[in-house]
């Protein structure tokens, strides 16, 4: 492998060294301020009431009692609450109308002096509804279900070759289902915003992963121009998808400090989050592969139910893999989804790959099973050498690679491939493996760089750092495309009077973010080299954007890789899974800050080994109610779950991606780890469990079960 040529510029010596968080110190004395934190003077506090029906309309609200305690300032209601501008994103048609679409919708908003007082007024709210029936159970053969016309990534349903004859002739098939349940965010900030309103001008300090976004949309919704409104996300504390577009939270404190005439603070309680901030639907995945005795993949299927509000379409995109993945040339995929009385669905990280993957990359270990073929040697085998959805050839695919250096830090080449044989004790013993993708996304994002005369540069983009480093990176790549020392080197992000850019998600931020700038810095240079004298007093200044090459199509699929290696211990009297080892291996393009990119990696494999083993939440079909709606029911991993997790990548050098040649990271890490675990249980027992996650109950029934 070969790296691209750096384009013509500085040599690029601050790219690809571990440099420490810029504002790391800031955050660990407690000197960095997040949403919440902000307190103006004057500044009221807010707290909404959530409908109690799952569907139906609001007959009277009752604010008598809320408005009669001491310190309440106002109660928000669909009656008097600021009318909106029609918005193309429903979610946020809050307090407009007397529709109830869900369980947990907000009916109204109370603001107090205190947040004691605001919750006291909330709770004596009273509503009476006209209920009506409502249906919340997702089915494999629910009578709504339809196939969207587009989801992300492609249609909807899409079909090559003749995959039903070619499934009926292979030798050897799989036909399995997987059920992934419900699942949530759960950042460790919850959604908050301090909103003012100042002389027609609305200040906004959101919890956000792109304030951006929030401010075209507060604009649309208030009718103002962007720039009447400032919206702040300078610290934002995780968001794992659920903070990518604005969330009711925002547009009620800007309605509320309206109201007012005051500054208001507005933070979600954790219980109400699951109903309005988003959850990743839950998937019935079924999977078909047939193969040829030497394990070439001749059909592949993959077919997923999922779920969508009444208020909204959003499709998980869980079949999209499988267009991509491996050798198919008869293939089908197919996403079908019901709209039901559910909260809307939304991302959460690698949306589509996660829960997708889990389901391939579980069906492929069971087709080596039943080939009596190595795990990883299967997968070799059907390694294609352009993408089989598009025929187009991949910019870069090291996944072989990953598979071989993984399963050797690993020490695979020595396990015994027999299911339920190794025990220590009462402990059962297993290894798995599993494959991991993600796509490159890019996206149009301006910036701006200024060279001071003291010999200071200054980088202006409205980059969101939501603990990934993104201030540290991108300080590392204008340093680089300047040729100067990061310490000359000043990064300003979180706020949309910056230049505009493109929210941190998708994986796409360092790679849009860090174009931009990097052609803005570029362009300072040779306006710098260009320049007679002592710079003004003033400075210069540069101003670039990436439109035209991030609308440019390529003729290359560009994926991230990587390979996840497992190692559990089942407990046969308790039933209880414990990962002793975890091992990624990835190839992600040029890894910018190994230091960041570690965390990012390792954050993302606890992540999946959450969503295999402890994550679960489920819709009450009576009350319409999330059943596990804070972190005392549902359940994230802590560091007594996870015990070694190793963090590994491969030199990628890809000329076809960006000036840094680097991928996205924030993902990928999570996408093989449910499959990888789930796979281990199986060797580890002997018997293949389908449904996430991995609880005790489900293990003790399957060792009931007599190996076959």
Partial sequence: MNHAPFPPGPPPHPLGTPLVRREGREKVTGTARYAAEHTPPGCAHAWPVPATVARGRITAVDTAAALALPGVIAVLTHENAPRLAATDDPTLAVLQEDRVPHRGWYVALAVAETLEAARDAAEAVRVRYAEEDHDVLLTADHPR???PEEVFGGPGARERGDFDAAFAAAPATVDVTYTVPPLHNHPMEPHAATAQWADGHLTVHDSSQGSTRVCEDLAALFKLGTDEITVRSEHVGGGFGCKGTPRPHVVLAAMAARHTGRPVKLALPRRQMPAVVGHRAPTLQRVRIGAGRDGVITALAHETVSHTSTLTEFVEQAAIPARMMYTSPHSRTVHRIAALDVPTPSWMRAPGEAPGMYALESAVDELAAALDLDPVELRLRNDPDTEPDSGRPFSSRHLADCLRAGAERFGWPARDPRPGVRRDGDLLLGTGVAAATYPVLISATDADAHADPDGGYRIRVNATDIGTGARTV????????????EDRVR???GSSDLPSAVLAGGSAGTASWGWAVHKACTALRARLRDHDGPLPAGGITVAEDTRREAEEPSPYARHSFGAVFAEVQVDTRTGEVRVRRLLGQYAAGRILNPRTAR????????MGLGMALTEDSALDPVFGDFTARDLAAYHVPTCADVRAVEAHWLD???????PMGSKGIGEIGIVGTPAAIGNAV???????????PLTPDKVLAALAVPLT
Avoid: C, K
């Avoid at 990628?652 to 960006?658: A, I, Q, R, T, W």
């Avoid at 199986?682 to 996430?692: F, K, N, P, Q, Y």
């Fill in 145 to 147: 279900l339809y196939v």
């Fill in 599 to 606: 965390s990012q990696f390792v954050g993302g494999m606890t």
């Fill in 682 to 692: 199986w060797h580890a027992i002997g018997v293949r469990l389908r449904e996430l």
């Fill in 474 to 485: 991108l300080t590392q790549v204008a340093a680089a495309a300047l040729g100067v020392p």
């Fill in 652 to 658: 990628e050098e890809d000329p076809h991606l960006n």
């Fill in 491 to 493: 990064v300003d992000i």
